[in-house]
T-cell receptor
Framework: NASVTQTPKFQVLKTGQSMTLQCAQD?????MYWYRQDPGMGLRLIYY???????DKGEVPNGYNVSRLNKREFSLRLESAAPSQTSVYFC???????????FGDGTRLSIL | QQQVKQSPQSLIVQKGGIPIINCAYE??????FPWYQQFPGKGPALLIA?????SEKKEGRFTISFNKSAKQFSLHIMDSQPGDSATYFC???????????FGTGTRLTIIP
C-alpha cells in the first residue's frame, strides 16, 4: 500500500536539544508538507516543498528548518528544542492540486 | 489570522442521529473545500470534498452542504455509527495553490 512513513513515532527531548524528524513517501508525489497539531489549534503548516530542491515557509516556521533531500524524503529539524514545540507533527504529500493530501501517522514530540 | 472557522469544538450524538459540523471562511477566492477525518493515533485522511459550483455533495452517509453567499459549508453524517467517532477537520484552498488552510477540528463522539 502507498504510504507516508514518519520516524520516530515518539520522542522526548530536553530543552535545547536538537532533533530531526524524518518523512518518506513512496507515491512519487511532487509536494510534501510538515504540520503541527495542537489541541484547539487544528493543523498548522510549518513548511512545505513543492518539488525537490524547493522549500517554502508556512504559517508557523519559527524554530524549524527543513530539507527536501530528494523527491521521496522531507525532513524537519529542531535546532534548539523549546517546550512550546511539544506537539504532534504530521508529514503529508500531494501529487496535484485538488487531490487528497496523504498523511503519515505522526510523531509525538514532548520537550521537557 | 484564522481563515477557516470551525464549530463546534466537540460534539456528542446518539447512534443514528445526524451530527452537523459547520465551517465559515473569509477568503472568497477559496475554491476547494475538503473534509478530513482523523482517528486517534492516525493521520488525517480525506473524507469528502466540494467545489463551490455545487451546493451539495453526497458520498455514502456523508454530505457536504455549501452556501457560497454566506461563505459557509457544513458536514452532515446520516445514520451516525460509533465507528464515525473521530476528529473532523474542514479545510479550504485557492485555485492552483497546493496549501490547505485547516479549521480547528471537531471531536465527534457517537454513543451507542
Amino acid at each position: 500500500n502507498a504510504s507516508v512513513t514518519q520516524t520516530p513515532k515518539f520522542q522526548v527531548l530536553k530543552t535545547g536539544q536538537s532533533m530531526t524528524l524524518q518523512c518518506a513517501q513512496d507515491m512519487n508525489h511532487n509536494s510534501m508538507y510538515w504540520y503541527r497539531q495542537d489541541p484547539g489549534m487544528g493543523l498548522r503548516l510549518i513548511y512545505y516543498s513543492a518539488s525537490e530542491g524547493t522549500t517554502d515557509k508556512g504559517e508557523v516556521p519559527n524554530g524549524y528548518n527543513v530539507s527536501r533531500l530528494n523527491k521521496r524524503e522531507f525532513s524537519l529539524r529542531l535546532e534548539s528544542a523549546a517546550p512550546s514545540q511539544t506537539s504532534v507533527y504530521f508529514c503529508a504529500s500531494l501529487h496535484l492540486p485538488y487531490q487528497p493530501q496523504h498523511f503519515g501517522d505522526g510523531t509525538r514530540l514532548s520537550i521537557l | 489570522q484564522q481563515q477557516v472557522k470551525q464549530s463546534p469544538q466537540s460534539l456528542i450524538v446518539q447512534k443514528g442521529g445526524i451530527p452537523i459540523i459547520n465551517c465559515a471562511y473569509e477568503n472568497t477566492a477559496f475554491d476547494y473545500f475538503p473534509w478530513y477525518q482523523q482517528f486517534p493515533g492516525k493521520g488525517p485522511a480525506l473524507l469528502i470534498a466540494i467545489r463551490p459550483d455545487v451546493s451539495e455533495k453526497k458520498e455514502g452517509r456523508f454530505t457536504i452542504s455549501f452556501n457560497k453567499s454566506a461563505k459557509q459549508f457544513s458536514l452532515h453524517i446520516m445514520d451516525s455509527q460509533p465507528g464515525d467517532s473521530a476528529t473532523y477537520f474542514c479545510a479550504a484552498t485557492l485555485f492552483g495553490n497546493e496549501k490547505l488552510t485547516f479549521g480547528t477540528g471537531t471531536r465527534l463522539t457517537i454513543i451507542p
